[in-house]
């Protein structure tokens, strides 16, 4: 027995500590293990996500590189600039559309209806596909984002964790499923907050709210943040500086600019829809085809980037460029409508990217001719056009998209300019309501609900072909549809 009361007091202290420790676990139901597999999927997203982003821009430093030996020589640079652009791009469909349809597009839709059981994972031929795929296309400089695949991947990687460590409860793959997906946002953003708005406000009508998934969530967006931190640093990803607060008798512009953008958000996504019929009708699902198509648009992409190079790309470069008043009104508008129609192009055909990035430049385009025009309109106002560029940012993409919370936070986290939060909420809010009242469908729910649609008619045809008696594999066949 031990005597000594100062010996006796040392050793309670650390008992009591591993008591309460036990109670506390003993109270909180979450099961420790679906935790401890939330950090290794956010690990692992926040790693696939940087190497996807240095990847990609390997290979855009390597064709701009290897092209650049032609530059003395006009006559050649072009068609090896096509030629380049458009083999790039066609590696990207040919895996796509080979090995795994649910890679085109964003990848977004395919996650929602993953989260309410309706589309398969198959992260092990996803992830490759998706990875390998995009560099292909965004390595041709399309107008395209890397934000979407990284969101998709990420949550194939839930998922592959969910296979590796048998987890079979339906709570625990939903959770991970969930939990990539906020990650692999955060990694392509360094958003952490966004990342888990968009998984509560954008995937509201598919994400199970409990304290398991929310924990997940959060440890997995942290994890991931951590990772992207540790690679790129923690500055703001798209550098703008910091901007003045915008002034109250300015304040009634931002509405009027989000309601401006509730029409253009509405337009938009009818525009998305109309142009995947059109590719829809002229390809069929032909390989050969969806290559050429592919091809085209990759040349194409590559030759704009020649004569106008804000014209091509995802657009972050370009956000950094218009807040800054490097372009004229009429230059802005112009490189609007160039973006409008290459990012319907390049999106709707089914390439492996998303639209995040675009939409984005959108919004910096049209909120900065917005504020120039405003500035000439009303010059006693003293206004600053950039404080309209970051609106717009958010705007579009809450009226297309119609998550206005996941928009201003996002735009926020990666300007860093939280001053600015109040015009974004006005700017924001405006956009959705009228994008409402307009009776546009947000995006990503829209494209799940023509996939789900066009894979019950394409089910409905295989089983009429079918002998009777035979089976049909659903789950392959099901990836098979997808697009966008």
């Avoid at 059109?278 to 992409?301: P, S, T």
Wanted: charged fraction near 15%; glycine fraction near 12%; aromatic fraction near 10%.
């Amino acid at each position: 027995m031990n005597d000594d009361p100062i010996e006796s007091a040392a050793l309670r202290g650390p008992r009591k500590r591993s008591e309460i420790l036990r109670q506390f676990l003993r109270r909180d139901k979450t099961p420790v293990a679906i935790l401890i597999v939330a950090a290794i999927v956010g690990t692992v997203a926040g790693l696939l996500g940087v190497a996807f982003e240095k990847a990609v821009n390997g290979v855009q430093h390597w064709r701009l590189t290897g092209l650049g030996f032609f530059s003395d020589y006009v006559i050649l640079l072009w068609p090896a600039t096509f030629v380049v652009c458009a083999l790039l791009a066609m590696f990207g469909y040919y895996l796509v559309h080979r090995f795994a349809p649910e890679a085109s597009g964003s990848g977004i839709p395919e996650i929602e209806g993953a989260l309410e059981e309706l589309r398969p994972v198959r992260w092990w031929r996803v992830i490759p596909v998706k990875f390998f795929g995009g560099m292909g296309t965004l390595g041709a400089g399309m107008v395209l984002g890397r934000e979407g695949p990284t969101v998709q991947m990420g949550a194939n990687v839930g998922k592959m964790m969910v296979d590796i460590f048998r987890l079979r409860s339906a709570e625990a793959r939903h959770s991970l499923l969930a939990t990539g997906a906020a990650a692999g946002l955060s990694a392509a953003f360094n958003a952490p907050l966004a990342g888990i708005l968009f998984i509560i406000e954008e995937m509201r009508l598919q994400f199970r709210y409990s304290l398991i998934s929310i924990k997940a969530v959060f440890i997995g967006v942290i994890m991931s943040s951590i990772v992207f931190r540790i690679f790129n640093g923690e500055g703001a990803v798209v550098e703008v500086g910091k901007l003045a607060s915008a002034p109250l008798n300015t304040l009634w512009l931002y509405l009027v600019l989000g309601m401006v953008f509730g029409v253009v958000g509405v337009g938009f996504n009818a525009l998305i829809f109309r142009t995947q019929d059109m590719f829809a009708r002229i390809h069929g699902g032909n390989l050969r085809k969806v290559l050429i198509i592919g091809g085209l648009l990759g040349g194409m992409c590559g030759i704009l980037g020649l004569i106008q190079p804000e014209a091509a790309g995802g657009g972050f470069a370009l956000i950094p460029l218009a807040a800054a008043g490097k372009y004229t009104l009429g230059m802005l508008l112009f490189i609007f409508i160039v973006r409008v129609i290459t990012t319907l192009l390049c999106f709707a055909s089914g390439a492996p990217g998303g639209i995040f990035a675009p939409m984005l430049a959108l919004g910096t385009l049209l909120g900065t001719a917005f504020g120039s025009a405003s500035l000439a309109m009303f010059p006693q106002y003293g206004i600053e056009p950039a404080t309209f560029a970051i609106a717009g940012m958010g705007a579009l993409f809450a009226a297309s998209v119609r998550a206005p919370l996941t928009g201003i936070v996002l735009v926020l986290e990666m300007t860093d300019n939280y001053q600015l939060i109040l015009p974004m909420i006005i700017t924001c809010l405006g956009a959705t309501l009228l994008a409402q009242f307009l009776g546009g469908k947000p995006l990503y729910s829209a494209i799940l609900t023509r996939t789900l649609q066009r894979q019950e008619r394409e089910n409905a045809v295989k089983a009429k072909d079918e002998p009777r008696g035979e089976g049909i594999n659903r789950q392959d066949d099901g990836a098979k549809t997808a697009h966008n």
